[in-house]
């Protein structure tokens, strides 16, 4: 199975990435750094593509040619809009799943 996966290098990103990858699915972590999941051991073993949730026009590349995706993702900029930002990330990613998915 081709997965995305958003929020791989948080906490619960950083444990199924391993899983994924033992269970034999070609994994593409989604990443506003792409520099950033260079020290988990996992790297070299998956497709890395930047992309940002707040930014839709971004998403359609991450989800390109993907069966499941896992969105791991939260937002902590700003402690008072940090839950506006949550809920516009996460209808980016339905909206732009939704297409992809057609």
Excluded at 49 to 73: S, W
Aim: aromatic share 6%; charged share 20%.
């Amino acid at each position: 199975m081709r997965v995305l996966v958003t929020g791989a290098t948080g906490y619960i990103g950083g444990r199924l990435v391993p899983l994924l990858l033992a269970s034999g699915h070609a994994v593409r972590c989604m990443t506003r750094d792409p520099d950033r999941p260079a020290l988990d051991p996992w790297r070299t073993a998956v497709e890395v593509i930047e992309a940002d949730a707040l930014i839709p026009a971004t998403l359609a590349a991450a989800l390109d040619g993907r069966d499941v995706a896992y969105y791991l993702l939260h937002s902590m900029h700003g402690r008072d809009a940090f839950s506006d930002q949550d809920g516009a990330a996460a209808k980016n990613f339905a909206a732009a799943a939704g297409s992809a998915a057609r």
